[in-house]
């Protein structure tokens, strides 16, 4: 069902959100002023993303988890309670994305599947971005 497929993207995204947030305030390295960048562009974007999410599950008349124990459940993005070093955080975050990039596929198969265009095409949108992000982490890594 699509809104499930948006419920754990909500969950992971926020959980995303909040990894890049806790990176971006914790970094520390010779390019700290990069990686300060880069994880404060993630975490604005991931942000931007929660709203539509949660409201693109109303319309299709489920509620939406609201919860840091609800989020905790369903995210496929694990917490993070320790600062690592820079490029572990890097390294993580271009794991999570990987998984949020999947999860986009899935829910976008299902929305086209359902007729459901507009979700579909945030769907579409979210996909590119995460690319860009996969993008950008990996070449930071190099």
């Given at each position: 069902?699509?809104?499930?497929?948006?419920?754990?993207?909500?969950?992971?995204?926020?959980?995303?959100?909040?990894?890049?947030q806790?990176?971006?305030?914790?970094?520390?390295?010779?390019?700290?002023?990069q990686?300060?960048?880069?994880?404060?562009?993630?975490?604005?974007?991931?942000?931007?993303?929660v709203?539509?999410?949660?409201?693109?599950?109303?319309?299709?008349?489920?509620?939406?988890?609201?919860?840091?124990?609800?989020?905790?459940?369903?995210?496929?993005?694990?917490?993070?309670?320790?600062?690592?070093?820079?490029?572990?955080?890097?390294?993580e975050?271009?794991?999570d994305?990987d998984?949020?990039?999947?999860?986009?596929?899935?829910?976008?198969?299902?929305?086209?599947?359902?007729?459901?265009?507009?979700?579909?095409?945030?769907?579409?949108?979210?996909?590119s971005m995460?690319?860009k992000?996969?993008?950008?982490l990996?070449?930071?890594?190099?």
């Open positions: 069902m699509l809104a499930d497929n948006l419920k754990e993207l909500l969950a992971t995204t926020f959980a995303f959100y909040l990894k890049a806790n990176f971006h305030w914790n970094v520390e390295a010779r390019t700290f002023p990686d300060h960048e880069l994880f404060g562009d993630i975490y604005s974007d991931a942000y931007s993303a709203d539509p999410l949660a409201e693109y599950i109303r319309s299709l008349d489920e509620y939406v988890p609201g919860s840091f124990k609800r989020f905790s459940e369903s995210t496929q993005v694990a917490d993070q309670v320790k600062i690592p070093k820079a490029d572990l955080m890097i390294k975050l271009l794991a994305n998984k949020i990039i999947e999860m986009l596929k899935d829910a976008f198969d299902v929305a086209t599947k359902d007729r459901q265009q507009g979700i579909a095409n945030f769907l579409a949108d979210r996909m995460h690319g992000w996969h993008w950008q990996s070449a930071t890594l190099k």
